[in-house]
Structures are given as C-alpha cells and as structure tokens.
C-alpha cells in the first residue's frame, strides 16, 4: 500500500518556506526522500531510519516520527532549483521493496 | 562515471510485439529494481532483485519479465505488450538493503514506452 504525500502540489515564491508530509498505515522502518525534476529521474535526497532521526543539508532537512508512521520534508528559504517532484518512499518491517508515494509537485516561482 | 543505464530510451511499438529494455550498473550493486512512473500514481514497483538469479515481483508484475543472470543487468521483458504498458521505465540499483545507510537508489535515465 502507497504512503500518502500531501500536498499534492504546492506553488511558492522563491525564499518561502514548504512542508511536504508522508504518513503510512503501516510500521516503517525507514523513509527515503527523492526529488526528481520535470524528464528526468529521481534524484536521492536523504533517509531517515525509525528513532524519531532528523537529518537535512542545506537548507533540506526532514523528520520521521515512527510512533505517527509519518516524515516531513522541510524546505526553507526556497531557490528556484527546489522545484520538482518530491517523492518519499517507506520501507516497512521484512519488505525488500520501497513503496513509493505519489508524489508532491512543488514549483518555485521567482 | 558511476551510473545505471538504460536502453532504449524511447521505444514505440505495436500491441503483442516482444520487446526488451536493457539496463546496466557499473557500481557492482546487489540491489536493482524497475519501476514504472504513470501520471498521479508516482512510482511503482514491477520486479526486484536482490542478486544473481534471485528476482522477486514487485507491486505490478502482470505482463512482465525480468532475469538476473549477471550481476550488472536486469533487463526488462514485455513478451506481448499491451496499450496499458504505455509508460515511463525506470531502473535503480543499490547495494544491499542490509547496510541501510547505503540503501540509496541510483536511477537510470528513464525509458519512454508507448504500445499502440
């Protein structure tokens, strides 16, 4: 079963803030981010494995709250190279594939 | 370079005409997988592998076929591809699940298919 991502789309200018969130009905183990923009292919951001981790790089970072079966992708001060196509994918107890959401269309406006 | 490619990247075809995309990873992964991308449904799984002869169906399965004979391919094979195969192909690759902090899927560049 697809993790749910929300919002589906998200338009803002260049320098605001966005919050992409992924729940699951079921217990994860990890969650994985991937941005891919328009023609070409997912592009890995970062993981987060069950512990309640947050992680980021620049001004990227993401959060996963196990007990929720849910992550949070956090965009600050967003560059126009932001937009895309924001994927998470769950990686749940002995399952040896990631279930992709059905991603998150984000666009940077100048 | 490390990288995953896949071959072709755009393919147009008639209905039940055996077809097969290649892919390739030069980063000696144990992990590969193929996905297909469809407008609103993001990516979804069709087969995986977790190594030589060991493939496993993913969360699409139907009408697909895929062997893992070397470690570096995974060709994808439509025996006879049908309009609803119309789609974006992806192939990944990663080492193994095992060492979580090395899951990271590289993807291929994408393989363009449309069945008429």
């Known amino acids: 079963q697809q993790p749910v991502q929300s919002p589906q789309a998200v338009i803002l200018r260049e320098g605001e803030d966005a919050v992409i969130n992924c729940s699951s009905s079921k217990a994860l183990y990890s969650v994985h981010w991937y941005r891919q923009k328009h023609g070409e292919a997912p592009v890995f951001l970062m993981i987060l494995l069950k512990g309640g981790e947050q992680k980021g790089h620049d001004k990227i970072s993401a959060s996963f709250n196990e007990k929720k079966q849910q992550s949070s992708l956090y965009l600050t001060a967003s560059q126009l190279s932001y937009s895309g196509t924001y994927f998470c994918g769950t990686l749940s107890g002995s399952a040896r594939q990631l279930t992709f959401g059905s991603g998150t269309q984000l666009t940077v406006l100048p | 370079e490390a990288q995953v490619t896949q071959n072709p990247r755009y393919l147009i075809t008639v209905t039940g005409k055996k077809l097969t995309v290649t892919c390739s990873q030069n980063m000696n992964h144990e992990y590969m997988s193929w996905y297909r991308q469809d407008p609103g449904l993001g990516l979804r799984q069709i087969y995986y592998?977790?190594?030589?002869?060991?493939?496993d169906k993913g969360d699409v399965p139907e009408g697909y076929k895929v062997s893992r004979k070397e470690k570096r391919n995974f060709p994808l094979i439509l025996e006879s591809p049908s309009p609803n195969q119309t789609s974006l192909y992806f192939c990944a690759s990663s080492l193994s699940r095992l060492r979580d902090n090395s899951y990271e899927q590289y993807f291929g560049p994408g393989t363009r298919l449309t069945v008429t």
């Open positions: 592998s977790m190594n030589v002869e060991v493939t």
